[in-house]
Nanobody, 124 residues
Framework: QVQLVESGGGLVQAGGSLRLSCAASGRTFSSYAMGWFRQAPGKEREFVAAISWSGGREYYADSVKGRFTISRDNAENTVYLQMNSLKPEDTAVYYC?????????????????WGKGTLVTVSS
């Protein structure tokens, strides 16, 4: 069982930056693939970024490539999402996701554990 708690969301102007954090419980965090998804009002939940259990592989949605960076600190049981050059269309609730093993979390159906989400609002 893994519990995920996101933080770092808020209101930011277009062009600004935010860093989201996701703190995970459990002693086997380093064995979990991690990811970030987001859901805007009236839209389906979509993939944002994913990172392998070792941190050696990263994956990004085309819409955030070059602007967002996912990283993890296995010693601190935390995964991060650095978001730069934010746009109004990045406004959404951002969810941390986890699944045990060497999977790549690029679809919501592959996720085993979800956080409760943190709201990011980008004003124009």
């Amino acid at each position: 069982q893994v519990q995920l708690v996101e933080s770092g969301g808020g209101l930011v102007q277009a062009g600004g930056s935010l860093r989201l954090s996701c703190a995970a419980s459990g002693r086997t965090f380093s064995s979990y693939a991690m990811g970030w998804f987001r859901q805007a009002p009236g839209k389906e939940r979509e993939f944002v970024a994913a990172i392998s259990w070792s941190g050696g592989r990263e994956y990004y949605a085309d819409s955030v490539k070059g602007r967002f960076t996912i990283s993890r600190d296995n010693a601190e049981n935390t995964v991060y999402l650095q978001m730069n050059s934010l746009k109004p269309e990045d406004t959404a609730v951002y969810y941390c996701a986890a699944r045990f093993g060497t999977v790549v979390l690029t679809t919501p159906t592959g996720v085993r554990y979800w956080g409760k989400g943190t709201l990011v609002t980008v004003s124009s």
